[in-house]
Nanobody, 125 residues
């Protein structure tokens, strides 16, 4: 089992940057495939980015590709999401999530067993 706590959200103007962090505790962090998802009011939770246990494979939603970067530090048990060129449509509650291997599709929320409580990101125009 792994516990996840997100931080780093806040209010930002369009075009700005934020860095989200996710601190993990419990089982070995490097055992898990990690992802970021987000949910805006009235919308379903959607995939943002994911990273394999080694950090060698990274996946992004088309809507954030080229603007967001996912990374991890297994020694520190930390997951990050660097968000640049923020847009108002990036406004959402952002969650980090952990999935055990083997897993199916990296973009599917149901593949992730452990979730944090979320951190709010609000981007004003």
């Amino acid at each position: 089992q792994v516990q996840l706590v997100e931080s780093g959200g806040g209010l930002m103007q369009a075009g700005g940057s934020l860095r989200l962090s996710c601190a993990a505790s419990g089982r070995t962090f490097s055992d898990y495939h990690m992802g970021w998802f987000r949910q805006a009011p009235g919308k379903e939770r959607e995939f943002v980015a994911a990273i394999s246990w080694s950090g060698l494979n990274r996946y992004y939603a088309d809507s954030v590709k080229g603007r967001f970067t996912i990374s991890r530090d297994n020694a520190k048990k930390m997951l990050y999401l660097q968000m640049n060129s923020l847009k108002p449509e990036d406004t959402a509650l952002y969650y980090c999530a952990a999935a055990s291997y083997p897993m199916g599709q990296t973009t599917v929320a149901g593949e992730y067993r452990y979730w944090g409580q979320g951190t709010q990101v609000t981007v004003s125009s």
